[in-house]
């Protein structure tokens, strides 16, 4: 069974910073490609970014120029950089993938629990 486990939100101020991590662990044969969702309070889970094996990357226009994805393929992790954070960034951020169990098996998703990011002053 595999796990996805995010960390690093927290309550931050207008205007400032956090770094995401999400690591999986588990039965992992390889993984494809991994983003990040959120859900704000009353909204459906959007899309934030995601990032291929060859680190190819998309963005929500939202957070485009202020968030910054990465992976590290050998810890079979990925992250997010959140810059200059607004009030609207406030949700619950997870973390997802697509992976492979064992060789030449299917590739599945999996969701992380999430993490919880506020931006208030």
């Known amino acids: 069974q595999v796990q996805l486990v995010e960390s690093g939100g927290g309550l931050v101020q207008p205007g400032g910073s956090l770094r995401l991590s999400c690591a999986a662990s588990g039965s992992i044969n390889s993984i494809n490609a991994m983003g990040w969702y959120r859900q704000a309070p009353g909204k459906e889970r959007e899309l934030v970014a995601t990032i291929t094996t060859s680190d190819s990357t998309n963005y929500a226009d939202s957070v485009k120029g202020r968030f910054t994805i990465s992976r590290d393929n050998a810890e079979n992790a990925v992250y997010l950089q959140m810059n200059s954070l607004k009030p609207e960034d406030t949700a619950v951020y997870y973390c997802?993938?697509?992976?492979?169990?064992?060789?030449?098996?299917?590739?599945?998703?999996?969701w992380g629990q999430g993490t919880l990011v506020t931006v208030s002053s």
């Open positions: 997802t993938a697509e992976y492979q169990p064992y060789a030449f098996s299917a590739y599945r998703g999996v």
